[in-house]
């Protein structure tokens, strides 16, 4: 079983920056490959960044040069850098994994302004 808990979400003004945090549970975090997706109203929920287990990082085009996605495996945490902001950015964010199934954490809103 892995438990995933997303904190940081919040209201900023395009431009902006915040900081989103996924706590999992588990003694196995190091072995996991941890993603970031956002799901904006009315569309689906998309892949936003991904780390692997060895640190590899992958973005998807539209936050690349923005967003930064890093992990501390000695905190069992994978942490998403946005800056830059844009108003298109608004969504609820989402932490996932796989271990066997999928797990997903319950989500935290980001909303940018204009």
């Not at 808990?5 to 190091?30: D, N, P, Y």
């Not at 060895?54 to 998807?60: D, F, L, S, V």
């Not at 319950?106 to 909303?111: K, L």
Request: aromatic share 10%; charged share 20%.
């Amino acid at each position: 079983q892995v438990q995933l808990v997303e904190s940081g979400g919040g209201l900023v003004q395009a431009g902006g920056s915040l900081r989103l945090s996924c706590a999992a549970s588990g003694s196995t975090f190091s072995l996991l490959s941890m993603d970031w997706y956002r799901q904006a109203p009315g569309q689906q929920r998309k892949l936003v960044a991904r780390i692997s287990s060895g640190g590899t990082t992958n973005y998807a085009d539209f936050v690349k040069g923005r967003f930064t996605i890093s992990r501390d495996n000695a905190k069992n945490t994978a942490d998403l850098q946005m800056n830059s902001l844009k108003p298109e950015d608004t969504a609820v964010y989402y932490c996932h994994t796989i271990r066997w199934r999928d797990y997903w954490g319950q989500g935290t809103q980001v909303t940018v302004s204009s």
